[in-house]
């Protein structure tokens, strides 16, 4: 008997994939790639830097695990990746970055399906 969970896993993971998903550039060093990912977002902060204060906005970012290549090898998101998305208006580079006590990804299923990348934009300076 299979899995019934780890079809629905796939079955749900398939339909974000064909339904809410845009165009990203997931970039390591001279490494990219360009992939399908759902677009979350997360609060924006304001953070105080000796004095100044800075907005800062944090995004999640949902992709297909199978779908992170870098340099022909599927790999795992690490702090200090890019990625690139344009937002119909202007492209935006977010850094691969924890979220508070988290790590810079979590597995979105007990499958290993999808992944939840984290990452932060700071103000543009």
């Known amino acids: 008997m299979s899995n019934i969970f780890g079809q629905s896993a796939a079955f749900l993971s398939a339909k974000r994939h064909s339904a ?3 165009t990203v550039v997931y ?3 001279s490494d990219e790639v360009s992939i399908l990912a759902t ?3 997360a609060a924006d902060q304001d953070q105080e830097l000796d004095g100044f204060v800075l907005d800062a906005e944090r995004v999640d970012f949902i992709l297909r695990a199978e779908d992170l290549v870098l340099d ?3 790999t795992e998101p690490q702090e200090g990746d890019e990625i690139e998305f344009n ?3 202007t492209t ?3 850094e691969v970055r924890p979220d508070g006590s988290e790590s810079v990804f ?3 299923d007990e499958h290993g399906i999808d992944i939840r990348v984290h990452t932060h934009r700071g103000a543009d300076l």
Request: hydrophobic share 15%; with cysteine.
């Open 27 to 29: 970039k390591r060093g």
């Open 106 to 108: 979590k597995y979105c």
């Open 39 to 41: 677009v979350g977002r």
């Open 92 to 94: 935006r580079t977010y």
């Open 20 to 22: 809410m998903t845009e």
């Open 72 to 74: 022909s090898q599927l």
């Open 87 to 89: 937002n119909g208006t």
